[in-house]
Structure formats: structure tokens, C-alpha cells
């Protein structure tokens, strides 16, 4: 099987500049075995490169998703808090909606503010 390595690692490389995430380089797994010819060694290379870059994108993810969970928990104490006041009764269904949503998407009760 014949690929054009160069290509597809440029456009890999390209592809990684336009993310809006702030990629940290992973150490790459070491591989097993010495590769015994230039079409092996090149798919080698493709093969490594996508999962740098996929375990990269993963980890930005991850940590632009527990960015999101932190906000939202903050909504929620701030709004628990309020929600104290009489005169802010009306968020009392609010907060009780939040609280259902977390506990059916995480499986746990909201966990306490830190």
C-alpha cells in the first residue's frame, strides 16, 4: 500500500494550527519493532501522528468540558444561594431543575461547593 506520507502529515499539521483549542503535546507511545521498509515506516508515521493529534484534541476537550461543568456549577450555587431569599422564591424551580438535570446526565448528586 503506497501513501503520500508528506501530504498527509502537512495537512495534519495544518489542521492542528487551525484548532481553536490549546493543543499540549502528548509523548508518543513507543512503538514495538523496527519497521523494514520506506512504505511501512511512512504509514508508521501517519498512523502516530493522528493519534498524537487525536489524544491532544481529547485532552483539550476534556478540559474545555470540565471548564463548562465548573461554570455551570458555579450558576447553580450562586442561584441555590439566592434562591434562599424569599424575594428570589422564583428561583427555587430553577435550582431544583438544575439539580435534576445534573443528577440524570452524572449519575450523582451535585457535589458539594469547594
Known amino acids: 500500500m503506497s501513501i503520500n506520507a508528506e501530504a498527509i502529515l502537512e495537512t495534519l499539521a495544518k489542521l492542528r494550527q487551525s484548532i481553536p ?13 523496527p519497521v523494514d ?15 498524537q493529534l487525536t489524544a491532544e484534541l481529547t485532552d ?22 439566592l434562591a434562599r431569599d424569599p424575594a428570589n422564591a422564583h428561583l427555587i424551580p430553577h435550582v431544583e431543575a438544575m ?11 451535585i457535589p458539594p461547593r469547594s
Open 37 to 51: 521498509n520506506v512504505p511501512d515506516f511512512e504509514l508508521d508515521a501517519v498512523e502516530e501522528a493522528l493519534e
Open 60 to 81: 483539550a476537550v476534556d478540559a474545555a468540558r470540565a471548564r463548562a461543568l465548573q461554570g455551570a456549577l458555579n450558576v447553580y450555587f450562586a442561584a441555590e444561594e
Open 21 to 33: 483549542y490549546k493543543l499540549t503535546p502528548r509523548l508518543p507511545e513507543h512503538r514495538q519493532g
Open 99 to 109: 439539580r435534576r438535570a445534573f443528577e440524570h446526565d452524572y449519575g450523582v448528586p
